[in-house]
């Protein structure tokens, strides 16, 4: 079995740094949770055909976590530049696979289970191009959607809500939910039958808040669920009418050692034309105008500006400065020029690539891929599982589905070895502990729907 789940989100906005983390954090034996102890998770994804060495840079997760930690490493005489190209966005969709399989100490399962990650670029998540991805979004039963938390919290509160239409694309995301599993209906040619066959499919949407580090660490967790809701409240109102659709919010720190800092002021939001060929290790050259190379920076004083990277920089009597406003096009501005995407500064807290709560997210989607596949199964187990009221009754129901999951049988004394059914259960109360302890993860019920 396999599950589809469809990563969205806004150019650069983090959608393949949640992955990379995700990854690190469930199979990086020194991070600290019990993900990593009871699941064997491979990065199964074909590479094989990408022969460009840079494009093959941009997608791969490994790269993705180097770059996440050069971040972090401090500048060397004020001329260490980060290899940021690491972390430019991918220019085109990839998918993302995974196997899954348990593990009770040394012992491995038989069967896996098959997740797949399209990854979608966020050019292509623009309304003009929405088309085009969106029979991969029909065969999809998972939506991930990534948020940019800095770009959310600016926009409430200098009330620019116009920037959330670029930096968090709710309207394609209202699009994308509408898609949602309706390629698996496609064959009912009776419209009855198909629409009960779609509200009876098992569906979920996780928002998933990144560059969230700031708020979390100062307890302002609610701000960004309220705002969430607020954003995408047609998303919202429209999934929690289905019995059988979940919608979370589930913020994750894919760095963890890199807080926000502060937005520039409008006035001191530049862009630096380097007049004379500068030193390679410093220049993160972004575009070209007239001929010049050219960086994003914050002024500091008349002649000193911040680049991008951190590195202050002392202008030369060659350089020009200009305002960033004045460049009319995506990567600067929007609502046709008229308004500057802020510029986000953070700082690092320490000099450790420390991730947290990604492996969360890990458990929430293996635990949809167990609910679709307890419901694909015989009819008494499905009841056996969705009439359990209590932590107690789902842990003695759960290892009949974990049983055949990952041993290919049904869990019973009468056809698998006891020591089977003794891993299923000690495997259930980990996961029920994760599933129903979770500090982090905020289910949007039906009553946020309504009240939105």
Request: hydrophobic content about 35%.
């Amino acid at each position: 079995m396999a599950l589809n789940v469809v990563m969205l989100g806004a150019s650069r906005s983090g959608k393949t740094s949640i992955l990379a983390s995700m990854l690190n954090n469930v199979r990086n034996p020194n991070a600290d949770n019990n993900v990593n102890k009871h699941f064997y998770v491979r990065d199964i994804s074909d590479y094989t055909g990408i022969e460009d060495p840079n494009r093959l840079e941009e997608i791969s997760l490994q790269a993705n976590v180097d770059g996440m930690q050069d971040l972090l490493t401090p500048p060397i005489d004020n001329t260490y530049v980060p290899k940021m190209a690491k972390l430019t966005g991918s220019k085109a969709s990839f998918t993302y696979a995974f196997d899954v399989k348990a593990k009770i100490n040394d012992l491995v399962s038989e069967q896996k289970i098959d997740i797949n990650f399209l990854d979608i670029p966020g050019e292509l998540c623009s309304c003009s191009k929405f088309n085009m991805i969106a029979d991969e979004i029909s065969k999809a039963q998972l939506l991930i959607v990534a948020v940019d938390v800095p770009s959310l919290m600016y926009a409430k509160e200098t009330c620019k809500q116009s920037l959330n239409t670029v930096m968090n694309c709710p309207e394609e995301v209202f699009d994308a939910v509408q898609l949602l599993g309706t390629g698996n209906c496609i064959d009912i040619k009776d419209e009855k039958k198909r629409n009960k066959e779609l509200a009876n499919q098992l569906r979920m949407v996780i928002f998933v808040p990144i560059k969230c580090e700031h708020w979390l660490q100062n307890g302002k967790r609610k701000e960004i669920n309220d705002e969430i809701k607020r954003v995408y409240a047609n998303t919202i109102e429209h999934m929690t009418r289905y019995n059988n659709v979940q919608v979370l919010i589930l913020p994750v720190e894919t760095i963890g050692s890199c807080v926000f800092d502060h937005y520039s002021e409008e006035n001191n939001s530049l862009i630096l034309l380097y007049g004379r060929k500068p030193n390679n290790r410093l220049c993160i050259s972004e575009d070209t105008i007239d001929g010049y190379n050219t960086v994003r920076c914050e002024r500091i004083s008349e002649k000193l500006v911040r680049l991008k990277n951190g590195v202050l920089y002392n202008l030369a009597t060659e350089d020009k400065i200009i305002n960033a406003k004045s460049r009319k096009h995506h990567p600067y501005c929007y609502d046709g020029g008229s308004k500057l995407i802020p510029y986000v500064w953070f700082k690092p807290t320490g000099s450790k690539y420390a991730p947290r709560y990604c492996e969360l997210l890990f458990c929430q989607i293996l635990k949809f891929s167990i609910m679709d596949f307890a419901k694909r199964t015989g009819r008494s187990a499905r009841e056996a599982f969705d009439n359990a009221h209590n932590f107690w009754q789902k842990l003695w129901a759960l290892p009949d589905y974990l049983g055949r999951l990952f041993s290919g049988h049904t869990a019973t004394y009468s056809n698998v070895r006891q020591v089977k059914l003794f891993q299923a259960k000690i495997l259930a109360i980990e996961l029920m502990k994760i599933w129903d302890e979770n500090p982090i993860t905020y289910l949007v019920n039906r009553e946020d729907g309504k009240n939105i």
